[in-house]
């Protein structure tokens, strides 16, 4: 999970003025995904009209009935019914019988970061005044100050997100999700009503990977070879826009892939973003006949 050494580990703990961790700190991988996917969720209901059933809205990944965990069992095992049955948020992160398509990396944290306790009231359920139970650490009990817990502070981490086999749409989706991360709107962790997690992020590289090399920011559905395949899949018809500038391509003579090297970040978010609109658009037009 982190390749600092054990002596580093010790060496930077003591200049916190705590005893050596077992492990060094890092974010998992789930912290940032679940986050991301609970933002992806919020922006599609907020554009799909109040009431619009499965899956012509993101569904409850909870719901025992109306989940598409749940109602996916019923399309016999066939991985491009599934796909095409799943509602957005599905497609992309996926659920139970259908792959997620997008995957986080764990993210160790940087040197630099500072290591702190933070001492809150805990609340008596049934007199609703403070909890004098304690267990916070020594001296607590019995003075309301109960729950004790430690927190990073001005930390620095880098996740590497990988997208396979992605609709256009999908990365339209995720140029607003990135959007709303850059702006802080995205909490990550543990007690975000108590204003922990609070995360400003900035995509520093986005490379792309193709079979061959290409002029466009082609997807799945420009790569499929005919109408009735992009149909069998439930595929939004979008065609690929072409690079704001050049890419840079790479190969080194062995890969059948060659890899693509976006030169302009906010002109691929901008080209992309688009195809997130017009999938929108289709859904918003089609779910009034659907709604129950």
Not at 128 to 152: E, I, P, Y
Not at 260 to 289: C, H, M, S
Request: charged share 20%; hydrophobic share 35%.
């Amino acid at each position: 999970m982190s390749r600092a050494t054990e002596k580093e580990i010790e060496a930077e703990s003591r200049q916190c003025g705590n005893k050596p961790p077992i492990m060094p700190f890092y974010v998992p991988g789930t912290s940032i995904r679940g986050p991301f996917r609970a933002q992806s969720e919020r922006i599609i209901r907020s554009l799909l009209p109040e009431g619009a059933s499965h899956p012509y809205t993101a569904c409850d990944p909870f719901d025992q009935v109306l989940g598409c965990s749940e109602l996916l069992k019923k399309e016999d095992g066939v991985t491009r019914k599934k796909y095409a049955a799943a509602c957005p948020a599905c497609k992309l992160f996926g659920c139970a019988g259908l792959a997620s398509r997008i995957r986080f990396t764990d993210a160790d944290i940087e040197k630099g970061y500072s290591s702190v306790y933070r001492d809150m009231i805990g609340i008596d359920r049934f007199t609703g005044g403070v909890s004098t139970g304690g267990g916070g650490g020594s001296g607590s009990k019995g003075k309301g100050a109960n729950m004790r817990f430690h927190v990073l502070e001005n930390t620095t981490f880098t996740t590497t997100v990988t997208v396979t086999n992605f609709e256009l749409w999908q990365m339209g989706l995720l140029a607003y999700v990135f959007r709303d991360f850059e702006e802080g709107l995205v909490p990550i962790g543990f007690g975000k009503t108590k204003g922990f997690g609070l995360v400003k992020g900035e995509i520093t590289e986005i490379t792309l990977s193709y079979p061959e090399a290409l002029t466009h920011i082609n997807h799945i559905g420009s790569l499929m070879s005919n109408e009735a395949e992009r149909a069998d899949y439930g595929i939004h018809p979008y065609e690929a826009p072409p690079f704001g500038n050049p890419p840079v391509q790479k190969n080194d003579g062995f890969s059948l892939y060659k890899t693509v090297t976006v030169t302009n970040i906010p002109d691929f978010w901008a080209k992309t973003a688009p195809a997130f609109n017009g999938y929108v658009k289709e859904l918003v037009r089609q779910a009034p006949e659907k709604t129950t």
